[in-house]
């Protein structure tokens, strides 16, 4: 990803509906189990087939809240490791901006952190040739996804969640919207 195309990704409005309008299709009631199949198999060549393509590399992907600054934890815990990660896998790093939502926020601020977080990844050695840096937000794919998983997870799983819990008890009780139940997705 080119830092011009990355420029434009964090200047653009979040994909927070479809363009198309609805799709065709009534999702049942209650998704009641969502997996993903994944099956991996081994060929042999025989003497007239072709070699198998090289395997792919296998994949990371990390993201950091924009809080505006790295803080230490973040740098040691994360980004430090990104950067050997980016030369030995396939990596997407992205700054989770739906996560920070889920607490009172300010537009502009989470903007502007946005995009310092951003250049931080640079900065500390992320090289956009090498890695898919994003925003979180401007992945429609990741709302859906949200959407769906959220239509299958019981309460009882968030309440075993540390971080669910941390951030419920710095939520004041009357404050508390149905967005801090779907925060971790």
């Known amino acids: 990803m080119s830092r011009a195309l990355l420029s434009h990704i964090l200047h653009r409005p979040p994909l927070l509906a479809s363009r198309s309008g609805a799709r ?3 999702l049942p009631s209650r998704l009641r189990a969502l997996r993903l199949n994944c099956s ?3 060929a042999t060549a025989s003497a ?3 070699p198998a393509p ?3 590399k296998k994949r990371v992907a990390s993201g950091v809240q924009p ?3 790295v803080h230490l934890g973040n740098y040691l815990g994360a980004i430090k490791n990104w950067v050997a990660l980016q030369d030995l896998y396939e990596t997407f790093f992205f700054i989770v901006d739906l996560h920070a939502i889920t607490l009172p926020y300010d537009a502009p ?3 502007k952190a946005t995009r310092s977080t951003a250049a931080i990844y640079l900065a500390c050695g992320i090289d956009s040739s090498k890695a898919s840096i994003f925003v979180q937000s401007h992945v429609r794919a990741h709302i859906e996804l949200m959407w769906l998983l959220s239509s299958s997870t019981p309460i009882g799983w ?6 669910f819990k941390e951030k419920s008890r710095k939520a004041v009780r009357h404050s508390l919207v149905m967005k801090m139940l779907e925060w971790h997705f």
């Open 24 to 26: 065709g299709g009534a």
């Open 40 to 42: 991996a198999a081994e």
């Open 48 to 50: 007239d087939e072709a």
């Open 54 to 56: 090289p395997a792919r």
């Open 67 to 69: 809080t505006g600054m």
């Open 109 to 111: 601020e989470l903007s």
């Open 158 to 163: 968030l309440n075993k969640m540390i971080q």
